[in-house]
């Protein structure tokens, strides 16, 4: 259901235009599969909070399993699903949250209020020049999960 | 050696509506005076309102006698008036009286200012003696005729015929002096009607007149000998306009009133309506009006400036280009803030048609930072164009070279000893 209410990308090309068309906002790109069962939870929770956070940020959804997106993949070291990264202006936004990645969300989001907290303090935290920004989310309610750096 | 302000006992401030144990100084607080100069002016307008109906007495409907009542502020009570004939009687005699007077001697002197104004806040003897005439003259006449109003009450609605009747009685008695004296103070009383039965009064009066009604001046009242027959009702009105029209054109024309000399452009026309007219020194034959059709003065000043608004409106475009849709002003040190004002640009001028290449490099990447330990985001990127470099090359020649033979694992330590065992 959430993806009629968010864009889902499958090309590079709409990624890239995404991103630079996404002007002093906010822009959250979920990268995950559509029917993977958490994926589905935090497509509901992004779909949920688009409305509210829509002044000052946008939310999309990417196909990993398209082969245009390889890249991104890649690119990002994406290797859990669902992934969430933000951008500010095309300039990646770090989330210290804890855990040993910084570069994006992995997991679902518990409720909607920690999505459009998380979504507040990185636009804040844009605004002021930072580029990375502490998680304002619980320890509680943050994804664990064992990340594999450079296949260690 | 400072002494220490003694502390007096608690108590409450009327006017403050706080508890204080500043005792006499309290009144000398500036926060006090304020309150106590809004407090003293509600009760002038209050006391005012009374005033009104001292000089101006009516009687009062027995079904309006309870909404007519009044809080005294000094004495702390109600003033209801129940059982009065006259409008506000109870409150009138109340601040008349000595217990009221006495009251207001303590207010003042326990919470400021000067003992001088007492006189606002009370009535005197001689007012209330008037009063007392007037209501009595007032219960003598017909009580039909002032049923519901009296004065300048203004409920009834034949007000002009009783002023005429009262205020024509009145002039005809006393001079003029004397009227100016009486009604200095107040609001002067309708003394003509000011509908199409005044040109009747003009025209008796005189021409000489006209300025002193249409100025409504009470020094130039006339004495009319016998008002009461240019009463409504004569339809006086339009026969007096049609054998004046050397000085009163009722044609409707409001041009060329220099002719006229005893008034200074104005008239009146049929319908009683008084209208002034202005002097046609600008006169419209050289430029044209609405009715010759002529265009209107606004587009033909702007003529020479319509191609100065264009240029400025181009200028304004692209300086609005660089924030389009957000008017407020975004902090310069946001992240990305050189990258998001060049890219308004381009998408302003991609808008106007400038022909930009739309078309995006296909190995265009964003600004980012994969993960890593150390170093800085730039450097994560070159690593990451590195390996895509290797991933290119090594494609390129796994191609042509042999095929690779895939081979199990052998740790590090197995190796070794393969080794050691075939050495040994």
Sequence with gaps: MSSYLLKTLTKKEEIDRIIRDTIDEVLVLRFGRCTDAVCLHHDDILAKSATDVSKFAKIALVDVDSEDVQVYVKYFDITLFPSTIFFFNAHHMKLDSGTADHTKWVGAFHIKQDFIDVVEEIYRGAMKGKMIVQCPVPPERIPKYQLLYKDV | ?424
Aim: hydrophobic share 30%; with cysteine; charged share 25%.
């Design chain 2, 1 to 424: 050696m400072k002494k220490p302000s003694k502390k007096s006992e608690t108590e409450f401030c009327k006017v403050c509506r706080l508890h204080h144990d500043q005792g006499s100084r309290h009144k000398y607080f500036p926060r006090h005076k304020d309150f106590l100069s809004t407090f003293l002016d509600r009760f002038r307008s209050k006391i005012a309102d009374v005033r009104f109906f001292l000089k101006n007495p009516s009687v009062l409907r027995p079904e309006e006698q309870s909404q007519n009542r009044v809080w005294c502020v000094f004495c702390d009570e109600d003033i209801v008036e129940l059982g009065s004939s006259f409008a506000c009687s109870k409150a009138i005699n109340h601040f008349a009286s000595s217990d009221h007077l006495k009251n207001v001697k303590q207010f003042l002197w326990k919470n400021g200012p000067a003992m001088d104004c007492i006189d606002d806040f009370r009535i005197s003897e001689a007012d209330v003696a008037k009063w007392r005439r007037k209501c009595q003259s007032l219960g003598n006449e017909d009580a039909s005729s002032f049923k519901g109003s009296c004065g300048q009450s203004g409920t009834s609605n034949d007000i002009h015929n009783k002023l005429a009747f009262k205020t024509m009685d009145k002039i005809e008695n006393v001079p003029a002096p004397h009227i100016n004296s009486h009604h200095s103070n107040d609001v002067m009383p309708l003394q003509y009607n000011t509908n199409k039965f005044q040109i009747s009064h003009s025209e008796l009066s005189g021409v000489a007149h006209h300025a002193s009604y249409l100025n409504m001046d009470a020094s130039h009242l006339p004495l009319c000998t016998d008002p009461l027959s240019h009463l409504p009702g004569n339809g006086f009105g339009k026969d007096s306009i049609a054998s004046r029209t050397k000085d009163f054109p009722s044609n409707g024309n409001y041009c060329n009133q220099e002719d006229k000399k005893q008034i200074k452009g104005s008239y009146s026309s049929p319908d009683g309506l008084v209208v002034t007219s202005i002097s046609s020194s600008h006169s419209s034959d050289a430029c044209g009006n609405v009715h010759s059709g002529a265009p209107p003065p606004w587009l033909d000043a702007n003529d020479g400036k319509s191609s100065n608004v264009q240029l400025n409106q181009s200028d304004m475009s692209s300086f609005q280009a660089k924030i389009p849709g957000k008017t407020r002003k975004l902090n310069p040190n946001r992240v990305g803030a050189e990258w998001a004002e060049r890219r308004k640009i381009e998408i302003e001028m991609e808008k106007r048609g400038h022909g930009i290449n739309n078309k995006i490099d296909a190995d265009w990447l964003p600004n980012f930072g994969r993960v890593w330990q150390s170093g800085t985001r730039k450097e994560s990127r070159k690593e990451f164009e590195k390996e895509k470099r290797k991933l290119v090359k090594p494609e390129s020649i796994s191609i042509e070279s042999e095929p690779v033979k895939v081979q199990p694992y052998i740790s590090k330590r197995a190796r070794r000893e393969s080794v050691e065992n075939g050495c040994g």
